[in-house]
């Protein structure tokens, strides 16, 4: 964990939740719940995230498809878009208020090893308000069922369940849309 500061002076956590990534080694324990029922560690402040999408591997309809998931159970999306053109593509963090979609870059492979994408989330430790997060998966991960789904899932702030046949089922060949 890494705590930054912020304006406020509220400390902000910025978390490495690679229970976000179907993953097969756990680096954080506290984030992979062992409970049936998922848990939630997180809400935005914001009602409507934006989203931004990096390095052209994913298209604005692909993302559509994968929120509608979320939206069918009341959540809401701001804009969709193309950061290339906004720089927010080209900064280490992620803009606050939005969820930034991208590849990996040669500093975050250590942390996919053996994962199809992971979410880094950022938020307030005092309120668990979620600041901004960001998907990275690699490129071939995208045309995997529910991949995206069970990310944004993380990046709202929910926790892994073991609950097989569940969106936020760890592993990758038992996830599924409960």
Not at 73 to 90: L, R, T, V, W
Request: glycine fraction near 6%; hydrophobic fraction near 35%; charged fraction near 25%.
């Amino acid at each position: 964990l890494l705590l930054l500061g912020c304006n406020n002076k509220m400390p902000i956590e910025k978390e490495q939740n690679t229970s976000g990534a179907f993953s097969f080694e756990v680096l954080h324990e506290k984030t992979l719940s062992t409970k049936r029922t998922p848990t939630i560690s997180g809400h935005w402040k914001i009602s409507r995230p934006d989203i931004i999408l990096c390095n052209n591997f994913i298209t604005v309809r692909e993302v559509e498809s994968s929120i509608a998931f979320w939206e069918k159970i009341g959540y809401k999306f701001g804009k969709i878009y193309e950061g290339e053109q906004h720089d927010e593509c080209s900064r280490d963090s992620t803009p606050a208020n939005a969820i930034k979609i991208s590849l990996p870059s040669t500093d975050d492979m250590s942390f996919l090893r053996d994962h199809l994408a992971i979410t880094i989330t950022t938020r307030i430790k005092a309120t668990n308000e979620i600041i901004s997060a960001s998907i990275i998966m690699h490129n071939f991960a995208k045309n995997k069922k529910l991949t995206l789904e069970h990310e944004i899932g993380h990046a709202l702030g929910w926790n892994h369940t073991r609950q097989s046949g569940h969106i936020m089922t760890p592993e990758w060949k038992k996830v599924g849309t409960s």
